[in-house]
């Protein structure tokens, strides 16, 4: 099945009713699918991009952020979103590694873009509704029919950055098969929504909220989206547009309970509450339940393997023990899970791999690809975990020391990496410690140069300017030495494991 044959159906089926909302505007079905089809012979007359060619996009939710996707979806093009969040330098990496030539920026984004433009020369910026070369402008013109393209199911469309252990840079490659294979997941597994149903979406949609997009479009389901999420518009959303389905990461959950109003908000039609891309604090996800009951979904997936490698659903939270809480559920129904030692034999607790029609087609890196795959074609998680004797997954720990907070990965290499560059510092070491709204908190260890002085200020407003501001350590901590292995390497469990005791790190 092609992603593109997805869209056109939900557009044919639902046409008249509301797909999207943002602010205090709304596109129907047909709006978005014209719009799109606009947007697409756009892309290929106007601009010139041929079926195949890669394409950066710098584009925050917004009325118009779904009909571009769509858009370069038909064009056949192979879209790569930027986290907005991220800094210069990461962006013009992640440019260079796939080759785009092309970027579309969307509004508040147009400093960002000229700076890229500056760092790589021949970069052409595309704006979405402004600037000297405006996308929505040349779609104006634009036929209203969908382009008549040779697509095949395992054409690339899209080409989306994850971390490595180290932190090297990865962009995970998926086709139209394996984009279709994730909308059969999420209906699958996760949700079940009717014509009509809205889903409130705040998180960024180029992360794990923009996969229910298209599964709520098949559906005639609508998306309302906000630029981002603060609690008290969040609420203000909800009661606006009194949502079936929402969609949070563990640390906007914290945030909503910290939120005056919250005991009297009005959640009665919300239905459904989907969570995940980070660890849930085990008393957070109780105060929910109390709170609203049994509506809560888990999922556990990978930018690799979106959306549901395993999920945890309504009825299984309901007077679940706190072990089955803290697991992230069974095996999606088309998902083939093993768990496996170092050498690729079978293992009671192991690394997760995995087999699925959702899984990435591979790396735009081939070296990396080929490390990703186990003979048969198994994905490596890189996560280790163990069943129970229900067959509920519960992850054990990560063979990387991969940091979740705020519902983002940051890998210590990074952190380490910029702070290393500090004239003062000689050694230093980062890693996770608990945190009551974030999940984790990005901390430092720090050894000082002989004669050097150097503030946790200072440090942290040096990393500040090398990263995303997610990445920057949250605080640092000035230690005589860092603990080693015997072969030299930091020993970061060593420096994590007695801020941890007596708590439960569910990861």
Request: glycine share 10%; net charge negative.
């Amino acid at each position: 099945m092609l992603a593109t044959e997805l869209i056109r159906r939900g557009a044919l089926y639902h046409r008249d009713r509301v797909a999207i909302r943002f602010a205090d505007s709304a596109l129907s079905f047909r709006e978005v699918e014209l719009l799109s089809n606009r947007i697409a012979n756009a892309l290929h007359a106007g601009l010139g991009l041929a079926r195949g060619s890669p394409v950066a996009l710098l584009i925050d939710n917004g009325l118009c952020s779904i009909p571009c996707d769509f858009g370069c979806t038909k064009a056949g093009l192979v879209r790569t979103p930027l986290n907005g969040r991220l800094s210069l330098d990461e962006h013009r990496r992640m440019i260079e590694a796939i080759g785009a030539q092309t970027m579309i920026y969307g509004p508040g984004q147009a400093e960002r873009a000229a700076a890229l433009a500056a760092a790589l020369p021949g970069l052409r910026l595309v704006g979405l509704g402004e600037g000297p070369l405006d996308l929505l402008a040349l779609a104006d013109s634009a036929s209203d029919s969908a382009p008549r393209l040779d697509q095949r199911p395992g054409d690339v469309i899209l080409a989306l950055f994850t971390s490595g252990t180290s932190g090297t840079l990865k962009a995970a490659q998926h086709t139209h098969a394996t984009y279709a294979a994730i909308v059969h997941n999420v209906l699958t597994n996760l949700v079940d929504p009717k014509p009509g149903e809205t889903m409130l979406h705040a998180a960024s949609l180029i992360h794990a909220s923009g996969c229910f997009v298209l599964p709520y479009w098949l559906r005639g389901g609508t998306a309302a989206i906000l630029p981002g999420f603060s609690p008290a518009s969040y609420l203000d959303a909800i009661a606006r547009w009194r949502p079936d389905a929402l969609n949070l990461v563990p640390t906007m959950l914290q945030m909503l309970f910290q939120t005056a109003g919250i005991d009297s908000a009005d959640l009665s039609s919300v239905e459904t509450i989907v969570y995940g891309a980070s660890p849930m604090p085990r008393p957070v996800l109780e105060q929910a339940l109390d709170r609203w009951g049994p509506v809560f979904i888990q999922y556990y997936g990978q930018t690799e393997a979106p959306l549901a490698i395993c999920s945890l659903g309504k009825d299984e939270h309901l007077g679940a023990s706190p072990e089955r809480l803290l697991s992230c559920g069974r095996p999606s129904v088309e998902c083939e899970i093993r768990l496996v030692d170092e050498s690729g034999n079978e293992a009671e607790t192991g690394e997760i791999v995995l087999r699925a029609p959702f899984a990435m087609a591979g790396y735009t890196d081939a070296e990396l690809t080929e490390a990703a795959f186990l003979p048969g074609g198994w994905l490596r998680t890189r996560d280790v975990g163990r069943f129970d004797q229900q067959g509920y997954l519960t992850l054990i720990d990560r063979t990387s020391d991969m940091i979740v907070t705020g519902g983002y990965n940051v890998y210590p290499r990074e952190v380490e990496d910029a702070l290393a560059g500090h004239p003062a510092i000689a050694q230093v070491a980062v890693v996770g410690l608990p945190d009551d709204v974030w999940g984790e908190a990005v901390t430092a260890f720090a050894v000082l140069r002989e004669g050097a002085a150097a503030d946790e200020a200072g440090l942290i407003a040096h990393a500040h300017q090398r990263l995303a501001g997610y990445k920057a350590p949250k605080s640092v901590r000035f230690v005589e030495s860092i603990p080693l292995s015997a072969v030299g390497k930091p020993l970061r469990r060593a420096l994590r494991e007695p801020f941890w005791a007596g708590k439960e790190r569910a990861i």
